[in-house]
């Protein structure tokens, strides 16, 4: 008898130990965004408006580990210009006839040791048909929340720049006084809100 309640205990804390919480991104109060030097003087803004997500974490506020796929819709990129979004779209940029989507897979979340919430996203980023490694912080919320319709909610602004080029996105055009319209780097900001499912 000692031994079965043994054997029942060490299964019940597998079973704990391997629990996930899920969660589902809530769009309607999340915003995809980033920025781009342009003609080497001021930063240019846009966002995406149309993305989901999904991430599973060990607890409500531990997501070391976490595992995230996120999918962003290429044509609803929006900077506030119709005729600069129609260049975006376009094969100079995004290509979005071609390549749809955008997508990041993590493959490692680590605290950064600056703080509970503070992590070190790594994943695989895949946008315009390459895909490459990339890494992002991610600050998390001091803790969970509800709603007043009993939705569980956590959230995290998550920050990081990526080469353009590196995923094939080249253009660019020469300035007379020297330099480049568009700058290579690319800074993205993401305030994500989750949902607990």
Known sequence: ????????????????ANAQVNWKLDASHSKVSFSVVHAMVAETEGRFKMFEGTVSSKSDMDFTDANINFTID????NTEDEKRDGHLKSPDFFDVAKYPTLTF????????GKGKTSYE???ELTMH????????????AAKTVKDPYGQT??????????????????WNAALEAGGVMV?????????????KA
């Not at 700058?183 to 949902?195: A, D, G, M, T």
Request: charged fraction near 20%.
């Open 129 to 140: 048909g390459v895909t490459k490694k990339v890494k992002f912080l991610a600050i998390g």
């Open 74 to 77: 290429a044509s609803s990129i």
């Open 183 to 195: 700058s290579e780097e690319v800074n993205i900001v993401l305030n994500i809100e989750l949902n």
């Open 153 to 170: 909610k956590n959230g995290f602004k998550v920050t990081g720049t990526i080469n353009r080029k590196d995923f094939g996105l080249t």
């Open 121 to 123: 996203v790594e994943g």
């Open 1 to 16: 008898m000692k031994k079965l309640f043994t054997t029942a205990a060490a299964a019940l804390m597998m079973l704990t």
């Open 105 to 112: 897979k993590s493959t490692s979340m680590k605290p950064t």
